[in-house]
């Protein structure tokens, strides 16, 4: 918000593109329907998002007019459908202000690429006692590849604590982060509680000891621009279905040289340059983490996702949930016997809640009986919910297309759920 | 709105805020615990049996929402003076209620539970429904697998 202080002659701003929310809904097929005869109200967006048409067209026109497998066809319909899945990695590359398009591998999603990394700088750089640090409110996604490769290779995982309104504790992550770190894997955005964590801090403290550093996008690609050069990350993972693009399709940044000293992840067709009984050579970066038969559609429909946000502006689409946020959050609180789970001071759109003498799965029922469709359970983050003696939450999650309407729908199913069970 | 009524009917709000059997049961002859890992649901199921393969008492604990709260106490009160025999018949009574089946034979043999038929409405519940019921057959497979040790 910068007011003009110095004009010499007054002057009226014109106004600020008003972010058209309706406009953006019209947008989205999907939300035009209803449920159990009440109109939708999307609030699961953590989980994943609704698709505009222009990633449903995109979809349907590559398998109609320009499908074929990638890359080693050299006839007409392989090149287009090449160039295509190599523009989608252009946009990702450009999405997330990577130097280089091969820094960019497509994966499944942000599990597939944690997985990847584990895996693969796993095997290139890490080995038995080794610390690889995470925070308590790690998505398993982020905890489960890290006991794994423990077990293979005796790698040791280390938790920095959270407070209780889910902020991390800066000062024990600084303890936990030893001579013996190696990687911290932390996500950017808490998908439970909605914490924003400061990254770019944790980038710099880990650098400063020689780490290595992840973050898992998976809630902050979605909702603000991300510039990896900038955060100076090792890598940054993120999957496309919460980006409001097709699932099965996600991607790995690591940086060049990082990803160049590590071994291939899978073998097969598409990461080689030469195959011998005695001896394979691989491919180039990104070729070779990526073997098989890529989800080509998927990346093609992932750029086309990418192009409609970049056209909003990510930095409207954080205003607009930002905004959502502090609307929602004063009238969840003043439900009596509402508790929010999650009250960091720099949050994303998400709202976590318990209700007194409600369980999550009741509100969850009685809310989607309403068209309300929320998130009610562990959200994948067991461990942070014992941390908070909850065995879960009910979890509303905004994205662009929400409406305060819609917050005050969900506000009065929340109210009628009490009420049933006040009977 | 109607089916949220049929759902959460007065007798399992009832047994959802004051569940009976609640607790741990003092020298039971056999248990087990029970867990959704989809949700985070978890129940134990602790039961005592006489000489002759009678449930003499019930008990059960945990955490869980109103479906799976009442269904384990409404279960709890229906099990006892059964034997194996009727305890196993009533899981597959439960479950054909469940899965919207003809329930055959006596139908009439659910008596309470039949207030639970309005969750084959709620396909994402069902498991809240039939989670007591699962480890009440681990339950009784423990007590039986033991005997027939001890026998040995």
Not at chain 1, 158 to 184: H, I, Q, S
Not at chain 2, 41 to 56: A, C, N, Q, T
Not at chain 2, 67 to 73: E, L, N, Y
Request: charged content about 25%.
């Amino acid at each position: 918000m910068v007011t003009e202080m110095s004009s010499s002659r007054p002057k009226i701003d014109p106004p600020r593109p008003a972010f058209d929310v309706e406009r953006i809904r019209a947008d989205f097929p999907a939300l035009r329907q209803t449920v159990h005869g009440r109109p939708l109200v999307y609030l699961d967006n953590a989980a994943s998002a609704q698709k505009p048409s222009r990633v449903i067209e995109t979809v349907r026109r590559y398998y109609t007019d320009d499908y074929a497998n990638v890359h080693r066809g050299l006839h007409y319909l392989s090149e287009r459908a090449s160039d295509a899945f190599e523009a989608a990695r252009g946009k990702v590359r450009a999405f997330l202000n990577a130097r280089e398009d091969r820094e960019i591998v497509f994966v499944r999603g942000t599990t597939e690429a944690i997985n990847l990394v584990a895996s693969s700088f796993g095997q290139a750089h890490l080995k038995a006692g080794d610390e690889i640090l995470i925070t308590e409110m790690e998505h398993h996604s982020n905890i489960v590849p890290w006991q794994l490769l423990g077990e293979r290779l005796g790698t040791v995982l280390k938790v920095a604590p959270v407070n209780d309104a889910g902020e991390l504790l800066m000062d024990e992550f600084e303890r936990l982060l030893g001579p013996r770190t190696r990687l911290v894997a932390v996500t950017h955005v808490s998908n439970a509680l909605g914490t924003i964590n400061p990254v770019e801090r944790i980038i710099e403290l880990a650098h400063a000891r020689g780490a290595r550093v992840l973050i898992d996008g998976a809630q902050s690609a979605p909702h603000a621009a991300v510039d990896v050069q900038a955060l100076d990350c090792d890598f940054y993972a993120f999957s496309g279905h919460k980006l409001y693009g097709p699932t099965g399709i996600g991607a790995l940044y690591g940086k060049r040289e990082l990803l160049e000293s590590m071994p291939p992840y899978q073998g097969g067709g598409e990461m080689i340059r030469e195959v011998s009984f005695t001896r394979t050579t691989y491919a180039e970066l990104p070729f070779k983490f990526e073997a098989g038969t890529p989800h080509i559609v998927g990346a093609i429909g992932l750029g086309a996702a990418i192009d409609y946000l970049r056209e909003i502006g990510l930095d409207a689409v954080a205003r607009h949930e930002s905004e959502l946020l502090d609307y929602a959050t004063p009238r969840l609180r003043e439900i009596p016997g509402l508790r929010l789970v999650g009250t960091a001071a720099r949050k994303a759109g998400i709202a976590s809640f318990l209700l007194d003498g409600v369980h999550t799965h009741d509100v969850g029922t009685i809310l989607d009986r309403h068209g309300v469709a929320v998130r009610a359970g562990h959200h994948c983050t067991m461990p942070l919910m014992t941390r908070f003696g909850v065995s879960g939450t009910t979890r509303a999650s905004f994205a662009l297309y929400n409406t305060r309407a819609e917050i005050d729908v969900l506000v009065e199913a929340i109210r009628q759920a009490q009420e049933l069970f006040r009977r | 709105m109607n089916e949220l009524k049929e759902l959460y009917q007065e007798v399992i709000f009832d047994h959802n805020r004051n569940p009976r059997h609640f607790g741990k049961l003092a020298h039971a002859s056999c248990h087990a615990e029970g867990f959704n890992p989809l949700c985070g649901d978890k129940v134990s199921v602790y039961l005592r049996l006489d000489d002759r393969g009678v449930i003499e008492d019930v008990g059960f604990d945990g955490s869980g929402c109103a479906i799976s709260v009442a269904t384990a106490s409404l279960m709890s009160e229906t099990l006892v003076g059964k034997t194996r025999a009727e305890a196993e018949a009533l899981f597959e009574r439960f479950h054909s209620m469940m899965m919207g089946e003809e329930a055959g034979g006596d139908a009439a043999a659910l008596g309470k539970l039949e207030v639970l038929s309005g969750v084959k409405e709620f396909p994402s519940r069902i498991k809240c429904a039939t989670l007591a019921w699962h480890t009440l057959l681990a339950a009784l497979k423990e007590e039986q697998d033991r005997g027939s040790v001890s026998t040995e």
